[in-house]
Structure formats: C-alpha cells, structure tokens
C-alpha cells in the first residue's frame, strides 16, 4: 500500500450504506477494509478493491473521481443517467 498507516492486508472497499428496499436513500462509502468471504475482488494497479456481492447491482457503470481544488477536496461518485 502506498500509505504505510494502512495495513498491508487491507484493499479499498467500494460500497453503499443506509436506506432500504430498491436502493433509495443509500449513499456511496469507500475506504479501507480486509477482504471479506462475501466480497468481489478487483484490482486498480497494486490496490486491491472490494465490493461486496450485494451491492453490485448499485454499483455498476459508477466512476469514482477524486478531486483537489481550492474550493473542495475528496472523493466524487459519478453514476450515469438510467433511461
């Protein structure tokens, strides 16, 4: 890991939380975690990434962006329009 406060076991972990039923009132989290058995296993260069199974569907076609500026600083979660 590039980080050497984060455990060399540890991957970044992409997933939701809260809400209910078809995915309303959820929210993106990311940060870092062990894999877990229910877990997909992806990689980004050397850094392993977690999704766990159930969260899939409400992932797909997700661009995860990280932006710097002089106004905002963090992570931006960017899903395409379902028609």
């Known amino acids: 890991m ?3 406060s984060i455990p060399n076991d540890y ?3 992409i997933g939701m939380k809260g809400g209910g039923g ?3 009132g959820m929210s993106y989290l990311i940060g870092f975690d062990k894999k877990k ?3 997909l296993e992806y990689a980004e260069g050397d850094i392993p990434i977690y999704v766990e199974k159930k969260h899939m569907m409400y992932l797909i076609g997700l661009e995860v962006d990280f932006h710097e500026g002089t ?3 963090g992570f931006a979660f960017i899903k395409p329009e379902v028609n």
């Open 2 to 4: 590039l980080n050497k």
């Open 11 to 13: 991957g970044l972990r």
């Open 22 to 24: 078809c995915g309303a």
């Open 37 to 39: 058995d229910n877990d």
């Open 71 to 73: 106004d905002a600083r």
